[in-house]
């Protein structure tokens, strides 16, 4: 009997050995993976001066960058939980804290759009994954707007990865989050269509705002932001926006409001815009809910 007892000791102790020596390599591995420099070729751009492409930069930024660097871009506080992570939507700006007075064009052009920040980090959450389907106008507008304006004084906390952010970004399932890992770094700018309430523009607005993070990549529902407690509903005519009109829908999107739909950034975009995605939704062939996952 004692002799069985210590040979299920031994196993027991040799599995806490393993598991310690697993979770030690996936942080050490975290830990090179975030401090890496992270090198992608940038096509850069000329950003946006004349007025009216600053006037839909303007637009661009406030519907899809302010939820989460704040209407004055001067950034905010996003998670805060030391054993996961510490991390801030940075101030974009020029003035103290803000990184504006650090990015030129090309450093501009590496965050939006390849998800790599001004000191080569790998950002994670900034959505680059679906701003690399910006047009070169709207990227140029964009950033245009951005760097014109006027500094916002304040101070985050520097991005720091606790135990566990490091451990799961080097074991892998935080890898999803960096979306450096995921774009095609060489693809030439897309070719929008002409700006107008039609189901191919509304189309463009899907692609660069990243309804499908959510709602799945066929839209017909999905983990958000890969969380399965937090399901986002079928958007395609199979599921419940089949019973909504397009009228019902700028009615939802103008007054609605939700903890994880961005209901705040939807309700900024323009009647045009609006009813671009509605008849874009409404032309996506009938798919039965996706299930939620298990
Ligand atoms: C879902 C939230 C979210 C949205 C929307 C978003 N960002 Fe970000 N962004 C972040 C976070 C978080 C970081 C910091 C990531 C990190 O440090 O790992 C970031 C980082 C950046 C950086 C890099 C700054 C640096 O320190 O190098 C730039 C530039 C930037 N964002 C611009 C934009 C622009 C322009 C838009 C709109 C087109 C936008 N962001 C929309 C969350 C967001
Ligand atoms: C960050 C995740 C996220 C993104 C991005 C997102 N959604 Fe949602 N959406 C949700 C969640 C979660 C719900 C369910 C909760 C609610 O209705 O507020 C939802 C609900 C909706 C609804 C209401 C459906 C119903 O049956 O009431 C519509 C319409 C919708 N989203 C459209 C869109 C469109 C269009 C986009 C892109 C422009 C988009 N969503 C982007 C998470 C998201």
Not at 167 to 187: K, S
Not at 257 to 270: I, L
Not at 279 to 290: K, Q, T, V
Request: hydrophobic share 45%.
């Amino acid at each position: 009997m004692k002799r069985v007892f210590r040979w299920v000791g031994g196993i027991v102790a040799a599995l806490v050995v393993l598991a310690l020596a697993a979770f030690g390599f996936f942080y050490w591995r975290g830990g090179q993976f975030l401090a890496a420099v992270h090198d992608v070729p940038v096509e850069t751009i000329a950003p946006a001066a004349d007025e009216a492409a600053l006037a839909r930069g303007a637009h661009l930024a406030a519907v899809y960058c302010a939820d989460c660097h704040g209407e004055d871009f001067g950034g905010q506080p996003m998670i805060d939980d030391a054993a996961f992570a510490v991390l801030p939507a940075p101030n974009l700006t020029r003035g103290r804290g803000g990184v504006g007075g650090r990015l030129d064009a090309a450093g501009w052009v590496r965050a939006v759009r390849h998800g790599v920040g001004v000191d080569g980090r790998a950002l994670f959450i900034m959505p680059s994954e679906y701003y690399a389907n910006f047009s070169r106008e709207d990227l140029a507008a964009v950033v245009g707007h951005l760097m014109a304006l006027p500094p916002v004084d304040r101070e985050l906390p520097e991005r720091r990865f606790g135990p566990v952010g490091r451990t799961l970004t080097g074991a892998g399932p935080l890898r999803e989050g960096f979306p450096v890992l995921r774009i095609a770094h060489d693809a030439p700018f897309a070719v929008v269509p002409p700006i107008g309430e039609t189901a191919e523009y509304g189309a463009y607005i899907a692609r660069t705002f990243g309804c499908p993070a959510c709602h799945g990549a066929n839209l017909a529902g999905g983990p958000t932001h890969g969380a399965p407690e937090i399901f986002s509903p079928n958007l395609t005519p199979g599921g419940p926006l089949a019973a909504w009109s397009e009228q019902s829908f700028l009615d939802q999107a103008r007054s609605r409001q939700g903890e994880h739909m961005p209901w705040r950034a939807v309700a900024k975009m323009t009647d045009e815009e609006l009813q671009a995605l509605w008849r874009y939704l409404a032309s996506l062939p009938a798919l039965p809910n996706n299930p939620p996952p298990a």
